[in-house]
């Protein structure tokens, strides 16, 4: 039989992780039915993560198809034979109006098969199923809120602190002079001082000199 090229709900992609996405698990080796008809994807790694299936062809580079975890239904196996290898079978709600571009625009299968040639379907049934219940797509995701450290002030809230800072060192330039003229103030008033301790010892030696005959009219004293 001619391989198929429909699945219509696959659509093409450049294998690049979506926002949020993580890998789960991976298989080479994979061809993909639509329905029980054999495709032109013949083998392939797939990879299955958070939100998606993806296949990526092993001979022809970028080509590659991804099916999203919205549009599963539910999962279902059939096992190996002599003649045939075990197959994962996934079974598909209808296709949304308002998809990506794809293989194909229409499929008259509701259900696509995934051929293990090399095995591991066990494991990877195993994990689609758990990663399916979980939901992951379905989860709203926020950004990271930045830390302290990482926000960086607007120009308006820079230029506030700029002045707050040319302000702080106008303070401190006058509080220097001030302080600076205080010290020159005490010098002189240092100096003063000395001055007076110098003329009241010599007054209290000339006192000593005449001690016994100093009359109050020697004694004057001349206040300014």
């Given at each position: 039989?001619t391989?198929?090229?429909?699945?219509?709900?696959?659509?093409?992609?450049?294998?690049v992780?979506l926002?949020?996405?993580?890998?789960?698990?991976?298989?080479?080796?994979?061809?993909?039915?639509?329905?029980?008809n054999?495709?032109?994807?013949?083998?392939?790694?797939?990879?299955?993560?958070t939100?998606?299936?993806?296949?990526d062809?092993?001979?022809?580079?970028g080509?590659?198809?991804a099916?999203?975890?919205?549009?599963?239904?539910?999962?279902d196996?059939s096992?190996?034979?002599?003649?045939?290898?075990?197959?994962?079978?996934?079974?598909?709600?209808?296709?949304?109006?308002?998809?990506?571009q794809?293989?194909?625009?229409?499929?008259?299968?509701?259900?696509i098969k995934?051929?293990?040639?090399?095995?591991?379907q066990?494991?990877?049934?195993?994990?689609?199923?758990?990663?399916?219940?979980r939901?992951?797509?379905?989860?709203v995701?926020?950004?990271p809120v930045?830390?302290?450290?990482?926000?960086?002030?607007?120009?308006?809230?820079r230029?506030?602190?700029?002045?707050i800072?040319?302000?702080?060192?106008?303070?401190?330039?006058?509080t220097?002079?001030?302080?600076s003229q205080?010290?020159?103030?005490?010098?002189?008033?240092?100096?003063k001082?000395?001055?007076?301790?110098?003329?009241?010892?010599?007054?209290?030696?000339?006192?000593?000199?005449?001690?016994?005959?100093?009359?109050?009219?020697?004694?004057t004293?001349?206040?300014v």
């Open positions: 039989a391989p198929s090229e429909k699945m219509d709900r696959f659509s093409w992609t450049d294998g992780f926002s949020f996405e993580k890998p789960v698990i991976q298989q080479p080796s994979i061809r993909l039915y639509d329905g029980e054999k495709t032109s994807f013949d083998s392939g790694t797939v990879r299955l993560t939100h998606r299936i993806m296949w062809d092993d001979e022809q580079e080509r590659a198809l099916l999203h975890h919205s549009l599963v239904k539910s999962l196996q096992a190996s034979t002599i003649t045939k290898s075990a197959k994962i079978v996934v079974h598909l709600l209808p296709p949304s109006l308002h998809r990506d794809g293989p194909s625009v229409s499929s008259q299968f509701s259900y995934l051929s293990f040639r090399k095995g591991g066990s494991d990877f049934l195993s994990l689609y199923k758990q990663t399916l219940s939901k992951a797509w379905e989860v995701q926020k950004p930045a830390s302290r450290g990482d926000v960086k002030p607007s120009g308006r809230f230029a506030g602190i700029v002045g800072e040319r302000s702080m060192q106008e303070k401190k330039h006058a220097d002079k001030q302080m205080a010290f020159q103030d005490l010098d002189g008033l240092i100096k001082a000395k001055d007076m301790v110098t003329l009241a010892d010599r007054f209290a030696s000339k006192l000593e000199e005449k001690k016994g005959s100093v009359t109050d009219d020697e004694v004293v001349n206040v």
